[in-house]
């Protein structure tokens, strides 16, 4: 029998190879992009453990892996960044919106 990649068993692979890869924040990024993956917020990884995941899936999340381990910001894997509560589209080509410079935006 093959060995069966649970939504914990990858979170828990993806985790520590992001932790190994000097990623902050390794368990946090994993959730985020198997999220992506799967199509699923954080809870519904949480309540689906035990789910195992397809071999379409296996291979979108090791890309994904793959391009955070060579050190790709996580915004643009994902396609996506919150910025003052509106949602950004980003890729490669543009500036990635960062929280900390919502204070300049703020009316004083």
Request: with cysteine; proline share 5%.
């Amino acid at each position: 029998m093959t060995d069966m990649w649970t939504i914990l068993k990858v979170l828990t692979w993806t985790r520590d190879y992001l932790a190994e890869k000097g990623v902050e924040n390794s368990r946090l990024e994993s959730e985020w992009l198997l999220c992506e993956v799967l199509g699923l917020d954080r809870v519904g990884l949480y309540v689906n453990f035990d789910k195992p995941l397809t071999a379409s899936e296996l291979t979108a999340c090791r890309a994904f892996v793959g391009r955070r381990a060579r050190r790709e910001p996580l915004q643009y894997i994902l396609g996506s960044q919150d910025f003052f509560g509106l949602d950004f589209e980003v890729s490669p080509g543009v500036l990635i919106p960062r929280h900390d410079t919502e204070s300049l935006v703020r009316k004083p």
